[in-house]
């Protein structure tokens, strides 16, 4: 049972264009959601998060969109950039006891020149 | 000085083996997790220690012992190595009480039974 899915296996873009991630969950008693970045023969590293309070979160070229009556939430990089190209995993967490973060199964983005 | 540290970060063995990795972090963190990511790469939680103490257990083979000599490190022990355990292995820690700050993961070990 895959609670948090990311549909897209893979998005090009071009240089200076616009990313968008996108990612769905089904359990309603998450309550933050992360991205992280993923390079290959690297562990994943924390990019962005998103209370469930909130509708929007923004760092620099990365912002990220919640729309809990939905249950999606994306990530919006602007402009992107070949840096970029990485795999973008979304995750969600219930801040209770034991919590634990779980992931979907990833975007591979590829920013071309 | 890296942050969350795991060895090997490759290992190749036969199917029956017993083998070990190991994992420590030195950033203060008094949790740390092993996420195992198979050929489908979907990430998946293994076990949880919270100041050495088992917080989480997913539906893991009893052939995984998990070991928490302390906060600092959190060991992933193999018995009986199998053909379906070929995955990469991520070791992660985080503060408990401020989770939602993400998790530093390790550069993760892969592991290749033959």
């Known amino acids: 049972d895959q609670q948090v899915k990311q549909n897209s296996p893979s998005l090009s873009v071009q240089e200076g264009r616009i990313s968008i991630l996108n990612c769905d969950y089904t359990?309603?008693?998450?309550?933050?959601f992360l991205w992280y970045k993923k390079y290959p023969a690297e562990g994943p590293t924390f990019l962005i998060s998103?209370?469930?309070?909130?509708d929007k979160n923004e760092d620099g070229r990365f912002t990220v969109f919640l729309n809990k009556s939905a249950k999606h939430l994306s990530l919006h990089i602007v402009p992107s950039q070949p840096g970029d190209s990485a795999v973008y995993f979304c995750?969600?967490?219930?801040?209770?006891?034991?919590?634990?973060?779980?992931f979907g199964t990833g975007t591979r983005l590829q920013v071309t020149l | 000085d890296t942050a969350v540290s795991q060895t090997p970060k490759y290992l190749v063995t036969q199917m029956g083996n017993d083998k070990s990795i190991k994992c420590e972090q030195n950033?203060?963190?008094?949790?740390m997790y092993w996420y195992k990511q198979d050929s489908k790469k979907f990430l998946k939680i293994m076990f949880s220690?919270?100041?050495?103490?088992?917080?989480i257990n997913e539906t893991v083979p009893n052939r995984f012992s998990p070991k928490s000599p302390d906060k600092a490190h959190l060991n992933l022990h193999i018995n009986s190595l199998e053909l379906g355990d070929s995955a990469v292995y991520f070791c992660?820690?985080?503060?408990?009480?401020?989770?939602?700050?993400?998790?530093?993961f390790g550069s993760g070990t892969r592991l290749t039974v033959v």
């Open positions: 950033l203060g963190h008094d949790t």
């Open positions: 998103i209370s469930s309070i909130k």
């Open positions: 992660a820690s985080s503060q408990f009480d401020r989770m939602v700050l993400g998790y530093t």
């Open positions: 220690y919270n100041n050495k103490e088992l917080i």
């Open positions: 995750a969600a967490i219930h801040t209770g006891t034991a919590s634990k973060l779980t």
């Open positions: 359990n309603s008693m998450f309550d933050y």
